[in-house]
T-cell receptor, first 114, second 112 residues
Framework: AQSVSQHNHHVILSEAASLELGCNYS??????LFWYVQYPGQHLQLLLKYFSGDPLVKGIKGFEAEFIKSKFSFNLRKPSVQWSDTAEYFCAVTPSGNTGKLIFGQGTTLQVKP | DTGVSQDPRHKITKRGQNVTFRCDPI?????LYWYRQTLGQGPEFLTYFQNEAQLEKSRLLSDRFSAERPKGSFSTLEIQRTEQGDSAMYLC??????????FGPGTRLTVL
């Protein structure tokens, strides 16, 4: 069965620290990949997505992610986090050409200390 | 606001009661999804509509759950004979063909 694994469940960083959140998926075919963010009290929002092309994807608020097909990974990065990045981050995958249903990882809670 | 809306935002019910939730997608989106999220977990797919047709249902969706999307616009999710294990956040999302899903704020269900 398809699955998504996020290795870091809870991350605590100081402002200006660099961030990398791991995401691995299990699916042998072509996939579309997403990172969603949920700020406290708000609904899920799309941070960035990968469908095809350049495996380094840039999203909103300075986030980027790199798709490494050989490692089935789609890690999220940000060079310098801010207190406002405190949120829960979800990696998700959907097989290309599928109904589009998203398979989510269990999420990573990021706490940024001012 | 032209985003996805859900109603109610919170629902508290007693075990055994029936509940119904509503989702209004972004108007030009023909795809609509329901997910369920429990504490500490990512959302889990429940069901998918393309226009008014329900094209996929998860095995998570027991026969106590039913969803409709009459006329391909809003959707309802009904849970009959609720159980405590149904307590969760129920999320609705909509998309057009590019697969970028936009989520609503969710309905938090508490079954006592």
């Amino acid at each position: 069965a398809q699955s998504v694994s996020q290795h870091n469940h809870h991350v605590i960083l100081s402002e200006a620290a660099s961030l990398e959140l791991g995401c691995n998926y299990s699916y042998g075919g072509t996939v579309n990949l997403f990172w969603y963010v949920q700020y406290p009290g708000q609904h899920l929002q799309l941070l960035l997505k990968y469908f095809s092309g350049d495996p380094l994807v840039k999203g909103i608020k300075g986030f980027e992610a790199e798709f490494i097909k050989s490692k089935f990974s789609f890690n999220l990065r940000k060079p310098s986090v801010q207190w406002s990045d405190t949120a829960e981050y979800f990696c998700a995958v959907t097989p290309s050409g599928n109904t589009g249903k998203l398979i989510f990882g269990q999420g990573t809670t990021l706490q940024v200390k001012p | 606001d032209t985003g996805v809306s859900q109603d109610p935002r919170h629902k508290i019910t007693k075990r055994g009661q029936n509940v119904t939730f509503r989702c209004d997608p972004i108007s030009e989106h023909n795809r609509l999804y329901w997910y369920r999220q429990t504490l500490g977990q990512g959302p889990e797919f429940l069901t998918y509509f393309q226009n008014e047709a329900q094209l996929e249902k998860s095995r998570l969706l027991s026969d106590r759950f039913s969803a409709e999307r009459p006329k391909g616009s809003f959707s309802t999710l009904e849970i009959q004979r609720t159980e405590q294990g149904d307590s969760a956040m129920y999320l609705c999302a909509s998309s057009s063909r590019n697969n970028e899903q936009f989520f609503g704020p969710g309905t938090r269900l508490t079954v006592l």
